[in-house]
């Protein structure tokens, strides 16, 4: 019998054995008329970073070989968790990029890679990329299927003019011979990201909105003739934290259909060893924090520049390398997974999450490429969760997350629940705003405001399911040994390792009548699926 069937009978007979004061009801109601956002079909992202082993936050040294560089590009656990995805979009960025080189036939100095150095920008000099090295990465992705972000050096040329601020325009004679080369060769890059973290006052350095508009011009002209009537990769801008005068200035400046994407980096939980991480990721008052951001953007696009669309070009939760404790572990899944959820909704395109290996808070295990548990919630992010995003009503408790959109693989839409709460559970019933009149209601929280009445039923997703026999499909979450730092996450109660081959394993649902309500138990995480869902904006 296969662990399919196994897990049917003990999650359809849960709700009976959980006492009415260990779970709270709630009732969330899905608008299904209209979309009120989308993302891509490549919107899970994880980065590669440059940087080296000898990088060390709070007496610690996560990186190991996972840069750019020096990453082990024919370990096939790397291989075979990147295909898993079919395709993962991989941005190739970070700190160091604005230090990067290319080692091209007139780069006119030897080729060498990131040193210690006490002048240097973030305490490293410049390092270099072979083209022998670049021809490997290209391997690598061409294999996997991926789709890659590429960011460029957006310093060179420029010179220090103060502390922190840089000036002059871009050199880009080095980077032009690197892309020359890169169409040569026909690796399909995606997208080209210029400069990493110089917007508004900058990370270690930060350049003036009009000059770096001027350089993004310079980048699209440069693309223009490089591929010519070929199909075009996507200019994408600033990788930096959202600073909402010198974001709308680089639009104006750069004008319409030069900058096809604002990448924004977000790291809203504090440093690495900052103990109040967990209790961060716990407080959804502090969670929705970010949605301010993600308005914020999304309205600077609308106004100065709608020819561009939000991107999150890199979001690690806690900053410097993540947190050791928690970042790599089960409970960091609800700020990723929430992150997703919220970004989602303001038409955010892409969400890179730092990294795919390297640091503390890699989706893969820096020196054993064994996935950790975050790896699992983006893969059935991108299995399960489609384009179109939905909003929904919801009754209860803050500390359940609930958000939907359409589904991915078999049409109907696919709820996102996460339960915050350390010791209640929820019992959700889904209805369809076909079947409720919002006027009876009571407690009915719109995503940020309430609607009064609505008297509590069973699970409704429309007159498709009125036989009673229509299924769901349900994914839950949940720690090794109840343990929210636990490294092993379990899908359904199966824990999720690889295969003796190496093979992501499956990720079997179980199925249950679609008229039941749903019980979240606290500190996990549920997809459910629900295909026959009357969705009439999912079916367009």
Do not use: C
């Given at each position: 019998?296969?662990?399919?069937?196994?897990?049917?009978?003990p999650l359809l007979c849960l709700p009976a054995r959980v006492r009415p004061q260990d779970y709270s009801d709630v009732t969330v109601i899905v608008r299904g008329s209209e979309t009120i956002a989308s993302t891509s079909d490549a919107f899970v992202c994880a980065t590669i970073d440059w940087w080296p082993p000898e990088k060390c936050n709070y007496d610690q040294c996560?990186?190991?070989?996972?840069?750019?560089?020096?990453?082990?590009?024919?370990?096939?656990?790397?291989?075979?968790?990147?295909?898993?995805?079919?395709?993962?979009r991989i941005r190739v960025g970070g700190s160091l990029q604005d230090q990067v080189l290319y080692g091209t036939p007139n780069l006119g100095s030897s080729c060498d890679p990131f040193t210690k150095a006490s002048g240097g920008l973030f305490g490293f000099s410049q390092g270099c990329i072979t083209l022998e090295r670049w021809d490997a990465i290209n391997d690598l992705f061409l294999n996997t299927g991926a789709v890659i972000t590429f960011g460029l050096n957006a310093l060179q040329g420029r010179q220090q003019i103060r502390r922190g601020v840089w000036g002059g325009p871009w050199d880009s004679s080095n980077a032009r011979e690197f892309m020359e080369y890169t169409v040569s060769k026909d690796y399909p890059i995606d997208?080209?990201?210029?400069?990493?973290?110089?917007?508004?006052?900058?990370?270690g350095a930060s350049v003036g909105a009009e000059q770096y508009g001027k350089d993004l011009v310079e980048l699209q002209t440069i693309i223009n003739e490089l591929y010519g009537d070929s199909r075009k990769p996507l200019v994408v801008a600033p990788g930096g934290f959202y600073d909402q005068k010198w974001f709308a200035q680089l639009l104006e400046v750069s004008g319409p259909n030069v900058l096809n994407a604002m990448t924004h980096h977000i790291y809203n939980l504090g440093a690495g060893n900052d103990p109040q991480v967990p209790n961060r990721i716990l407080n959804p008052q502090y969670l929705s924090r970010t949605s301010d951001t993600f308005r914020g953007l999304q309205l600077t696009i609308q106004r100065h520049g709608?020819?561009?669309?939000?991107?999150?070009?890199?979001?690690?939760?806690?900053?410097?390398?993540?947190?050791?404790?928690?970042?790599?572990?089960?409970?960091?899944?609800?700020?990723?997974?929430?992150?997703?959820?919220?970004?989602?909704?303001?038409?955010?395109k892409v969400y890179c999450r730092q990294t795919l290996i390297g640091g503390n808070y890699g989706l893969l295990d820096t020196d054993t490429f064994v996935p950790n548990p975050d790896y699992y919630s983006a893969l059935l992010w991108h299995r399960l969760m489609g384009t179109g995003v939905l909003s929904t009503d919801i009754s209860g408790s803050s500390y359940l997350r609930a958000y939907v959109h359409c589904g991915k693989q078999k049409g109907g839409v696919v709820l996102l629940l996460l339960n915050l709460h350390r010791s209640m559970g929820f019992m959700v019933s889904v209805r369809n705003d076909l079947n409720v009149n919002l006027a009876e209601g009571q407690g009915i929280r719109r995503d940020n405001f309430f609607v009064h009445g609505l008297k509590r039923t069973v699970s409704w997703v429309g007159s498709k399911a009125s036989d009673g026999y229509s299924k769901r499909e349900e994914y839950h979450l949940s720690a090794k040994d109840g343990n929210p730092f636990a490294r092993t996450m379990l899908l359904n109660g199966v824990p999720l390792e690889l295969t003796e081959d190496g093979d992501i394993p499956p990720l079997y649902p179980v199925e249950v009548s679609v008229n039941s309500p749903i019980y979240v138990a606290p500190l996990t995480i549920a997809f459910i699926v629900f295909p026959d869902f009357e969705a009439e904006a999912c079916g367009r």
């Open positions: 019998m296969s662990l399919w069937f196994i897990f049917i009978l996560p990186w190991g070989r996972a840069s750019v560089l020096n990453l082990d590009l024919t370990n096939p656990l790397l291989a075979k968790a990147i295909q898993a995805f079919s395709p993962l997208s080209w990201e210029f400069g990493n973290e110089l917007s508004g006052s900058g990370i709608p020819w561009s669309a939000p991107w999150v070009g890199e979001a690690g939760g806690a900053y410097n390398s993540g947190s050791r404790l928690v970042s790599n572990t089960f409970l960091n899944s609800f700020w990723y997974l929430d992150q997703l959820g919220q970004s989602a909704k303001y038409d955010t």
